[in-house]
């Protein structure tokens, strides 16, 4: 069995209270859970506070471009699809930059698990508004409020049949681990939007405003059904339902080979016969 | 050569079938032994405008495009219009009757009686085209069997006997046109264009990724590679826009994947963040450039060399690249292979410069000795303490032993920020020098494995002629024709454009009574970067920015 320990303990670049903490526990909690050993997983990350992430946990990590953790691990994912792959980044990095990535990402319903830290702000630039902060919403930048409707991406996500949708709190820990498991065991694209405050520049959704709103769907909620599940996905306003929202069964991302294409060496002789077809 | 080749216009609309029948002939010469030089242009539609297939022909190796018709094949009314000027002494027009020849020398085909369908008229034109090249009827029969083999005897039975009645039809018409040569040479060609050609090279290389968003005259690398990949092992996706294309490959490059992109400015213009990614957590990718005109859309299915500037300083910041610049498709075959090779051994983005007309242009190739070929670089497969395994362990030649996720029991980081040699990210500024040094110390392997410019003939004292890319054959036809009247000339090629090494050509150019750069493009671009490295001034220039591939005429008339 794969221990907590071996994720390690790195000092990190966080602010104090901030709810990138409490996923980076219930991120540990279901590796474990799901007894995947470090060097068997990879993290795709793109730019922003939650794209650090990986880099206070012991996987392998790439930490590339704003906007990108996605197409990134769609390489990593078809080039060796023996790993556990998984993408995590912020919502400007995932619904405002890497927007287009997303729609064909849920598309392709390649075997990647996306954790979403959505603190509805940009962060790490202090303070402008994010594809999911509210219409009307002051910010630094939007001083007369939002001028834009919000980015519902569980809503799309549900619309465009993607594999897994979940909607989670970084102040429920252990329930955030739950869904990352089941997304994680889910053959197909997987989306957990984690709502968390951003105590340094998000005012207006604090931990108490998300505690108030936020609640656990029960067993009546059926999420292989579709207008419930789309009901469900709309429902963001006084109150916010958590849990798996949405799981289709569409197959994966069919053309992957059957191994890591790194064992692969060019077959000289199919390529000689290829060629001398174009005489 | 010159004299000794027939040139061959085969023009009409989209949509008529004339690439069909370019592509027939150009595959019946090679197989009868000839040397072919293919350039097809084209219009930036699927109907109509106007398109030409061009085919020229020789005994012996054809170097480059010509201007001088000796045989329009005129599939619609306007490319009498368009051609007539470029018409030779002895040339002969093939139109159709219905079109009439404008009182051009040729013959009207009578097409309506010759084929029972309109679908047949391309074979009725290689009928009278075989006639009239004294072609061995044999190698087009073979041809259309084989390629209708598919669709059943009875097709087949129907475009011979299209092909066999406009071959008897022409012959009865005694019309006078010097026949071919008769071949001198019996050992197999291969018909293959540029861009067929790096897809062969980087199959070879061990290429198993490739994602794109399809761009003219880009895409047929990766059709080329599609069309094996199947059998190859080659896993290709098209991506949502060339931004996810180059990053996808960053990714499966990370994870061991052998990776490769193409495309064209406009869609490498979108690439660059992932060029300078590449640099950063120094991970391999090949990246073909098709150059085509711009600036922006510009002429989508033209010929340009004008983003040498764009692809030598494409992505933020500072770190070493290699780009390479096939002049045939030989070159297009072996620098691909080795672009894999550097760009795995240097773990950096490597790149190949093609452009519309090298990337279109069918030869007669010689087959490749694939026996022969070096062994490409790969990357580590174990380490000796996984724990403390560092993806950026700082070296004397800047390259970082490089294990994959996955195949060891060490974690692999990489980090587009500035990190440590671990790979995690810092802001460290002392760090940050180290890295930055470690990085752009990788260039010194680089140079130390840079090809030096190919010199074609004797500079002493003759005029030089200085190209790159696919340029080689306009500056080699023209460097003999100016021998033939007397003048000394000699060409010097660069395949690889950066980095340069300027004890590889500076001596030459000292020896030349005059140096002319021939760049297909506006300022001079390789012109200039020579100046910024070396100091060197040419004595003149001789650019070509009109869509158009240089040939001999077009350097000879501007010396």
Known sequence: ?279 | MGEATINIVIGGEAGQGLVTVGEFLSRALVRAGYAILVTQDYMSRIRGGHNTFVIRVGSEQVFAPTETIDLLVALSADTLAIHKKQLGANALVLADVAHGLADLPGLAIPYKELCPKPLYENMAALGAISSLLCLDPAWLTGLIAEKFAKKGVEVVAANTGVFQAALQWTAAQKASFACLAPPVRTETRLMLHGNEAIAFGALAAGVNFCSFYPMTPGTSVIQTLIDHGERMGLVAEQAEDEIAAIIMALGASYAGARSLVSTSGGGFALMVEGVSLSGMIETPVVIVVAQRPGPATGLPTRTEQADLDLVLYAGHGEFPRAIFAPGTPEQCFHLAYKAVDTAERFQSPVFLLTDQFLADSYRDVEPFDLDSLPPVTRPETSVIDPVGYKRYAVTPSGVSPRVLPGFTPATVIVDSDEHTPDGHLTEDLGVRVTMQDKRMSKLDGLVAAALYPNLYGDAVDATLLVCWGSTLGAALEAAQRLDAQGETAAVLHFSQVYPLVGESFLPVFAEAKRTVMVEGNSVGQLARLIRRETGYVFDALVTRYDGLPLTAAYILERL
């Not at chain 1, 390690?8 to 602010?15: N, V, Y």
């Not at chain 1, 292989?224 to 569409?250: C, H, N, S, Y």
Request: proline fraction near 7%; glycine fraction near 10%; include cysteine.
């Open chain 1, 1 to 279: 069995m794969v221990t907590a320990e071996e994720y390690g303990e790195f000092e990190t670049a966080w602010c104090p209270g901030c709810g990138n903490f409490a996923i980076r526990k219930a991120v540990v909690k279901a590796l474990t859970t799901l007894d995947l050993p470090p060097d068997k997983v990879v993290f795709s990350t793109g730019i922003g506070q939650a794209a650090k992430a990986p880099h206070y946990i012991r996987v392998n990590t790439f930490n590339g471009l704003h906007g990108r953790s996605l197409p990134a691990a769609t390489g990593i994912k078809l080039a060796n699809p023996t790993l556990a792959v998984f993408a995590e980044s912020g919502d400007g990095c995932s619904y405002g930059e890497g927007g287009n990535h997303f729609l064909a990402a849920i598309r392709r319903n390649i075997d990647i698990t996306y954790l979403v830290h959505d603190n509805q702000i940009y962060g790490l630039t202090k303070g402008q508004a994010s594809p999911t902060t509210p219409k009307g919403q002051k910010t630094k930048t939007q001083p007369q409020g939002v001028p834009s409707n919000p980015f519902n991406p569980v809503a799309v996500a549900v619309t465009m049949g993607a594999g897994f949708v979940a909607r989670a709190f970084a102040g429920d820990t252990d329930q955030l681990a739950d869904l990352i498991v089941q997304g994680a065991r889910h053959a197909g694209f997987s989306l957990i939007d984690i709502l968390q405050p951003c105590v340094s520049f998000n005012k207006v959704n604090t931990y108490a405003w998300y505690k108030e709103r936020c609640y656990t769907l029960d067993a009546t909620h059926d999420p292989t059904d579709f207008g419930a599940a789309l009901a469900r996905a709309m429902e963001f306003g006084d109150k916010i339902p958590l849990g798996v929202i949405w799981q289709g069964d569409r197959p994966a991302f069919g053309s992957i080979p059957n191994g890591p294409l790194a064992a692969r060496e060019p077959d000289m002789a199919a390529l000689s016969e290829i060629l001398a077809s174009y005489a």
